[in-house]
Each structure stands twice: as structure tokens, then as C-alpha cells.
């Protein structure tokens, strides 16, 4: 089996070095089996000198090339256009970011039982804050709690897929697209869901790790400088989530569940910590046109996509409040349940008092029906500490909470209540919310962590 590893980079001397390595010190016979397409995207420090090198080192399986600064599209199709006829499969790998030993023997395994064009390892965060550092699992990992398997999308709706970093495709099959390099951002899940709208399935290493370098000091990415860009707006919603759209209604002549929830779970972006942008880089003009074409492609994504969501609850009120009012932007929250929503947050720190906060989805001044949030242990019963907003939460510069409204119910436990049935009381009745067993989920989050970390090494 050929694999052929292509890796875009710009100025990306500080960890350079450590990606290469991981590609080289695979399970699966590097200088057998791969070949290394280092592009360097008119890097002004020295990581152009350290891909040389490693090209000297290495010249039957490391290429480099010199290209002028065009984006992460154009270098990627460099790649493509630049891979030896005899490749089986072409990767794609971050210059920051690392392949776990064994990706490349787990797929070549993984084929000899499974004939797809399109494969995945578990997608891992590795989180620097400087002398510490984090790894957590991406959300989407959920498609890989049953193993090593083939998804259809068809049948699999939730199990989407979006990003290109340890993204394998079949070459025979990659060479029917390329990355639209007039995006400077989302190019590569255009591409991914273009392939997998054709190709319908793909398959998911459960057992190999792709880990997705953030440095959480920096903050400089080009993730996180994309929401002050005016093209990430209007423009991106009519190259991107536009075009997911039309190839579906073209392949199925309708808009498959699929779609519907990747653009809904990517969507969402636009109301997260960036959405302070939306203003300031956006004029009147610019913001009525956006939403307009948001309420479009939220008019074929539909409510219950959105509603279904796993997110807050204040970001899909205002995805609702676009679908069904446009422009001008009128938030308006969903009707009250009649036991609070809430979200619980279990915070555990060995030697210190478990804490469970109960967060409040919803907005309240009160709680229902004079209700109260209570703890049951079998050392007898407590109230929680209420917490209320000390300031407004905002999105768009609209005020979505109102401060002083009820932001989170608070438990702090001592040592021995280490089984809790948390409950909502008022003055009719009193319903269960869920059970923690903090020793368990403590011990839990320990052992997940340190397998992580050994996984990692």
C-alpha cells in the first residue's frame, strides 16, 4: 500500500519538525510505503531550511516545493498535481500537527477488510497553555465508540465529517476535485463533502489519532483570523453551504439529512465567542445581505435540524430567530419548559470539594412555580447557591440574557456525599434530573485522561 502525505506550510519552524517525525516514525515502513509532499507556502522563517533538510536526508521520500504565499488550497492542489501515479491513498497533515504511530499501519489494515475511497482516524485536541498541556477528544469522536467501521451517510445522518487533517482519500478518486483556492477558509470541507456526496461512504479508524495542535496563548490561527475577514460572511455561506445544497438536490434530488446536519453543526460558528466580529467587520449593508442568505439556507435546513442541535440553547434560538424573522435580527427565546432546562457541569479537582453546577439554558428571573434545585445524598437533602448573570449575555451585539436573570444552580459537595440524586422541587411536585456518582466519574475522568496521554506518547 502507497501512501502519499501532503503538508502545506508557512512559517511553521517551531513544530515542523515534530510532524515530519510523526510521519516518519510510523508502525507502517516509512521508506517502503510513503512519500512526503512538503509545500512550502512562501515561508519567510526557517522552516523552508528544516523541510530541505529533511528532503536531503530522505530523497526518495521527501519532496519539497517552493511556491509563493496562495493559501492552504493552492498549496494542497500543488500537492495533488504533484503525486506519483502509483499512490494508493493521499493524506493530508497540518504543519503543526501529529499522527499517531500506528494511523498508517491501522488503515492499510483496514482496507484489506474494507474497499472505500474516503478514511478517518479519532480526531484529538491537543491544547497548549504553555508548560501544560491538554488532550480532549473532538466532539464528532462519537462516530468511533463502535470501532473500526464503514459509514454511509445515507443512513448515518449525525456521523458528519469536515476537515482535512488526517483525511485520507483514495488518489483515483481525488483526482476529480480540488480545493477552490478563492476560499482562504472551509476549502477543505467543500472538497470533503463534495467527494463523500459522490462517493457516499468512508471509514473510520477508531484505533489510530490525529492530534490537532491549538496554542491557546497565541490565538493566532488561521481559524481564529478568518471571523475578521468579510469574505468568511455572505461570500462563504454562497461558495460553501450553497453549494452542499445544490450537489445534493443534483445527486438526490433532494437535501439529504446529511447535509442539513452539517451545515446546522457548522452554522452554529457564526454565534460562538468570534461572533463580536459580526459587527465590526460587517457594515449594515453587508449584515442584511448575510443574514438574508443565512435564513435561505436555514429555510432547507429546517427547525427541527437546528432544535436537535447539541449546543446551547441560546445559539439555536437565535439560528430560529434568523429562520423565521430575517432582517432585521428579532431574538426571541423558545416557550419556558416546565422544569428548567438545564446543563450539567461536573467540576473535580483531587483534594478539593466536588462542585455540580446545574447551568440554566433557559432565561429566568424565577424559577417556576417557586421551585428550588436540591441535592439528595443518603446523609439527607440540600438546596443549591443561585447564581444570577452579573452582565448581559450578548450575540451580534443583541441581548440574548439579561443580566441578573438566572445563570446556574450551584452544589458544592463534602467528601462522603459521594452519590447525589439531583432534583427540581416546586410546588406541585419533584422530578428527577440525574444522578452523579462522584467517586466513579471522578476516577473516570482519570483514567480517560491518562489514556489519552499514553495513547499520545
Not at 497565541?218 to 450537489?247: H, M
Not at 460558528?269 to 453587508?286: G, P, R, S, T
Not at 435580527?329 to 466536588?354: C, S
Not at 473516570?444 to 506518547?457: A, H
Request: glycine share 4%.
Amino acid at each position: 500500500m502507497k501512501f502519499a502525505i501532503i503538508m502545506p506550510f508557512y512559517n511553521a519552524e517551531k513544530r515542523l519538525s515534530l510532524s515530519i517525525n510523526s510521519i516518519i516514525k510510523q508502525s507502517y515502513s516509512f521508506l517502503k510505503h510513503v512519500e512526503v509532499l512538503l509545500i512550502n507556502d512562501g515561508s519567510t522563517d526557517s522552516s523552508g531550511t528544516i523541510a530541505k533538510r529533511y528532503a536531503e536526508k530522505y530523497p526518495d521520500n521527501i519532496r519539497v516545493f517552493e511556491v509563493p504565499n496562495g493559501g492552504p488550497a493552492k498549496a494542497r492542489n500543488i500537492g495533488i498535481h504533484n503525486v506519483q501515479e502509483n499512490t494508493d491513498f493521499v493524506g493530508f497533515l497540518d504543519a503543526d500537527d501529529i499522527l499517531s504511530s500506528n494511523m498508517l499501519e491501522n488503515m492499510a489494515a483496514f482496507l484489506e477488510q474494507s474497499d472505500v475511497n474516503m478514511f478517518v482516524p479519532a480526531f484529538y485536541y491537543l491544547d497548549d497553555f504553555g508548560e501544560k498541556q491538554k488532550i480532549s477528544p473532538h466532539k464528532l469522536n462519537y462516530r468511533f465508540m463502535q470501532g473500526n467501521r464503514v459509514v454511509n451517510i445515507e443512513s448515518e445522518p449525525l456521523a458528519i465529517h469536515f476537515y482535512i487533517g488526517g483525511t485520507f482519500l483514495r488518489y483515483e478518486s481525488l483526482k476529480e476535485f480540488s480545493f477552490d483556492e478563492t476560499l482562504h477558509f472551509g476549502e477543505d470541507q467543500l472538497l470533503i463533502t463534495q467527494f463523500l456526496l459522490e462517493n457516499h461512504t468512508y471509514g473510520l479508524i477508531a484505533d489510530a489519532g490525529y492530534y490537532y495542535y491549538r496554542d491557546m496563548k497565541g490565538k493566532n490561527s488561521l481559524v481564529s483570523s478568518s471571523w475578521k475577514k468579510p469574505e468568511r460572511y455572505t461570500s462563504f455561506l454562497q461558495k460553501v453551504y450553497q453549494t452542499y445544497l445544490a450537489t445534493s438536490k443534483e445527486k438526490f434530488g433532494t437535501v439529504i439529512p446529511y447535509v442539513k446536519n452539517l451545515i446546522a453543526y457548522h452554522a452554529k460558528l457564526f454565534f460562538y465567542k468570534e461572533n463580536v466580529y459580526f459587527n465590526e467587520i460587517l457594515n449594515e449593508v453587508e449584515q442584511k445581505a448575510f443574514v438574508l442568505e443565512l435564513q435561505q439556507i436555514f429555510n432547507e435546513v429546517g427547525a427541527s435540524t437546528i432544535l436537535a442541535l447539541d449546543t446551547p440553547l441560546v445559539v439555536k434560538e437565535m439560528m430560529l430567530s434568523i429562520l423565521q424573522n430575517g432582517w432585521p435580527v428579532r431574538f426571541e427565546t423558545l416557550p419556558l419548559k416546565e422544569i428548567p432546562l438545564v446543563t450539567i457541569k461536573e467540576n473535580y479537582r483531587i483534594g478539593k470539594p466536588a462542585v455540580i453546577e446545574l447551568i440554566l439554558e433557559e432565561q429566568l428571573n424565577t424559577l417556576p412555580n417557586d421551585g428550588r434545585f436540591v441535592a439528595v445524598t443518603r446523609f439527607g437533602e440540600c438546596s443549591a447557591e443561585i447564581v444570577t448573570r452579573k452582565s448581559e449575555q450578548k450575540i451580534w451585539d443583541i441581548v440574548v440574557r439579561q443580566a441578573d436573570t438566572i445563570e446556574r444552580a450551584v452544589f458544592k459537595l463534602k467528601p462522603y456525599q459521594s452519590k447525589v440524586q439531583f432534583f427540581y422541587k416546586d410546588s406541585t411536585k419533584k422530578t428527577s434530573i440525574a444522578g452523579v456518582r462522584v467517586m466513579s466519574s471522578l476516577l473516570g475522568k482519570v483514567k480517560r485522561n491518562i489514556k489519552l496521554k499514553r495513547d499520545f506518547k
